[in-house]
C-alpha cells in the first residue's frame, strides 16, 4: 500500500486504470492518509474468512510502522462491480470498537413446516467488541420457532466479549399464517337461468282501438236535384 501523491476525480480514474483502489487511511487523532492499494489484494482480504471484518495490517511505502485497520466504508461500481474506494480506520487492537454484524437464520422452523412463512425482520445489528472479536455473523436459531412466535435480540446469543447495541425489543423474525388472498366474486354475465321476464299490462280501462270508417258516406247513392 501507498500513500498517493496526488488528489483529484482524474488522478482516482488514472489509478483505477491501473487497477489500483484509491483511498484514506484515517489515524487515531492523525492526519488523514491519501492512499491506494492493489484491486487484486484488497479483494481477497476482503473476500477471506472474516470478510468485511478483516483486520488489514496496513504499511505504507517507505515506512516500516504497521497500521491496525479496519474497513470504514468502500463504495463500488456499479457498472464494472469492483470497489471503486476505500476509507480505512486505524485502530488500537487493545480497545472495543462498534461494528455491524449481519445475522444469520439457522436451522428449520416447524412453522414453516405447517405452512406458516418465517420472515427475517432484522439482517444486521450493532456490536461493540475488540477488533479481532468482531464475529464475522451472528446465528439465530429458528428450530422451534412455531406459528405467531416472534424472536427478538434478547433471544439472539452473542459470544463472549461481543456487546449487544440495539433494543433488546427489536425483532429479529417472526412466523405467521400466510396471507389469504379474496378473490372477489364474478359478476354473472347473464340473468339466473328460469327468471319469468314480466310482460306489460294494458292500462286499466283500456280497449282495443275502433275500426277505421267506410270510405262510402251513409245514406246510399247520391242523387241530383232537379
Known sequence: MQERERRGSSDARRLRREGLVP?????????????????????????????????????LAGQKTTHASILKDYQV????????????????????????????????APATKAGGVLSQVTREVNVEALPMEVPDRLELDVSAMEIGDTLRLSDLAA?????????????LATATMPTRVVEPEEEL???EEGAEVPTEEMPEGGAEAPAEPDAAAAGGEGTVAG
Request: one cysteine or more; glycine letters at 8%; proline letters at 6%.
Open 159 to 171: 459470544p463472549d466479549g461481543v456487546t449487544l447495541l440495539d433494543d433488546p425489543e427489536t425483532v
Open 77 to 108: 461500481d456499479p457498472l464494472r462491480e469492483r470497489i471503486a474506494h476505500i476509507d480505512l480506520q486505524e485502530v488500537r487492537l487493545d480497545q472495543p470498537i462498534h461494528a455491524t454484524v449481519v445475522v444469520e437464520l439457522v436451522g428449520e
Open 23 to 59: 483511498g484514506v487511511l484515517y489515524g487515531r487523532g492523525k492526519k488523514p492518509h491519501a492512499i491506494c492499494v492493489a484491486e487484486r489484494d484488497l479483494r481477497h482480504v476482503l473476500t477471506g474468512e472474516h470478510g468485511l471484518h478483516a483486520i488489514l495490517d496496513v504499511v
Open 189 to 191: 354475465a347473464e340473468e
